[in-house]
Structures are given as C-alpha cells and as structure tokens.
C-alpha cells in the first residue's frame, strides 16, 4: 500500500498549473512576488481540513489490515473552496508577498 499527495502553490507568471493539476490535489496560484491573498490562503485551510475530515474513515478503511484496495484518494471539493473564499472578508484580499532570500 502507498499513499502519495500534495498541493501546488504555483507562480502564475513563469508556469501554466493547469498542466500540473492531475498530479496534485489542488493547485492554487500565486502571483509572483506579489504573493498570495490571505482570503486564498484562509478558504484553502478551511477546505483542507474538511478534506480530512472527510476522507479520515476512508483512510481508516484504508489502512485496515483486511483491506484489499490499493489506492486511497482524497477529494478535493472546489466549490466548497469557492464558498470559503467568497465568505472571506474584504480585510483578507491582501497579498501575502513572495518571500525575499
């Protein structure tokens, strides 16, 4: 059994994530060093953690020794997503810069 995920935070500006998006749960882009909006970043989390939420009896069946599946998949809900972003307040449309090195 093998058990394999992950989120893409992509930079808009030097790549497509739509060509990326089958090999991630979600991918969700920023915009260079300008950075990402907190209200992204909030409805992210909120969704994120539904998604465990949701998934956690699946992965209990999952990881059951009498189990006989060999995928587990976790289930990215976008329109939920898009509610947690749309009830974010105005406050949380600044952006989060890009880190400086």
């Known amino acids: 059994m093998n058990y394999d995920d992950g989120v893409l935070f992509y930079d808009q500006t030097r790549i497509n994530g739509q060509d990326y998006a089958d090999d991630y749960l979600t991918i969700l882009p920023f915009d260079g060093k ?4 907190k209200a992204i970043l909030n409805a992210f989390l909120a969704n994120l953690q539904d998604v465990l939420n949701d998934g956690e009896s699946d992965l209990m069946d999952f990881l059951d020794k009498d189990n006989t599946e060999e995928i587990f998949v ?3 809900n976008q329109p939920r997503f898009e509610r947690y972003l749309a009830a974010q307040p105005e406050a949380n449309n600044s952006l989060l810069p890009y880190p400086k090195y």
């Open 74 to 76: 976790l289930k990215w």
């Open 34 to 37: 300008k950075g990402i909006s």
